[in-house]
């Protein structure tokens, strides 16, 4: 079998080749043999190597159910948007004791917003659950530099309450 590659960045690149390696890694742990016979088994440097084609096939594994059980989490989400849509699109009128309520006799029949606004309220929260199963509502990452004339101020800040680097504050 062929060895790892290494990409333009010295990282290990996958393959046809380093794939179906990993996987009879993968076959021959399971078979009992230790990360040393598996190395010496394929012709891999060493066990750390055997242990990190182990390693690969598993986050694989994970990662492939993951993808399989988000993507039938997400039909199951659009079955129940498309529900929540009709009641919203539909008409709804108030009803006592079994009879549709009219302002005047023979009137317009009186509306009914609550199905409509729980139907509102049920839709954003299907979003919100399709928004975190696909991380969309991640955090973001932010960086925050102190630029010299702030670092300058708040040293002559504690330079005026009697601090310095490794010193407590000065008792007065």
Same mark, same amino acid.
């Given at each position: ?21 990993? *996987?009879?890694? /993968?076959?021959? !742990? =399971?078979?009992?043999? #230790?990360?040393?016979?598996? &190395?010496?088994? %394929? ?6 190597? *055997?242990?990190? /084609?182990?390693? !690969? =096939?598993?986050?694989? #594994?994970?990662?492939?159910? &993951?993808?399989? %059980? ?103």
């Amino acid at each position: 079998m062929a060895r790892g590659t290494r990409g333009g960045r010295g990282r290990f690149e996958r393959n046809v080749d380093t794939a179906a390696r990993d *996987a009879e890694a /993968a076959r021959l !742990r =399971v078979r009992g043999l #230790t990360y040393r016979q598996i &190395a010496a088994e %394929l012709g891999m440097a060493g066990p750390g190597k *055997a242990h990190e /084609a182990v390693q !690969r =096939v598993l986050k694989e #594994t994970v990662q492939d159910a &993951a993808d399989d %059980l988000r993507a039938v989490e997400l039909d199951r989400l659009d079955q129940m948007y498309q529900a929540a849509l009709k009641v919203l699109e539909t008409e709804h009128y108030a009803i006592s004791h079994g009879k549709v309520i009219c302002l005047e006799e023979g009137g317009e029949p009186l509306a009914d917003d609550g199905p409509v606004l729980q139907a509102i309220d049920r839709l954003l929260k299907i979003q919100e659950r399709r928004a975190k199963l696909l991380g969309l509502d991640a955090p973001t990452k932010t960086n925050v530099t102190v630029s010299d004339a702030i670092t300058s101020e708040i040293e002559q800040l504690a330079a005026q309450l009697g601090m310095t680097d490794d010193t407590e504050p000065s008792e007065t």
